[in-house]
């Protein structure tokens, strides 16, 4: 039996098993939850696929775009031709000593 046979009569068992089961419970007086009566209906379907990318795209259109980074070079806003200014940690001028010992 090919292995492609074969899968096909799996897939085929599995249903049957599934609709059996259902069968069972509504016999038995459990009531199959309506979720699961449509869960999976939608499988590899593109029309449900497009349409969750556009609703994905449209509820995104709604957030808020996060604030645009500003460029800052150290110049002034008016791009003065002077260069960068430096930036960092000064050092400390080192203290007198008055009693003259080293």
């Not at 007086?29 to 499988?43: A, N, Q, R």
């Not at 379907?45 to 500003?70: I, V």
């Amino acid at each position: 039996m090919s292995p492609d046979n074969l899968e096909k009569r799996i897939i085929a068992i599995e249903a049957e098993v599934a609709e059996l089961k259902a069968k069972l419970a509504t016999v038995s007086g459990e009531e199959v939850p309506w979720w699961k009566h449509i869960s999976g209906i939608f499988v590899d379907d593109p029309a449900f696929e497009e349409a969750m990318k556009l609703g994905r795209e449209w509820r995104e259109s709604f957030r808020p775009k996060p604030p645009r980074k500003k460029k800052n070079d150290g110049r002034s806003r008016h791009r003065s031709p002077e260069p960068p200014r430096k930036t960092g940690v000064r050092s400390k001028p080192k203290p007198s000593n008055p009693t003259g010992l080293s």
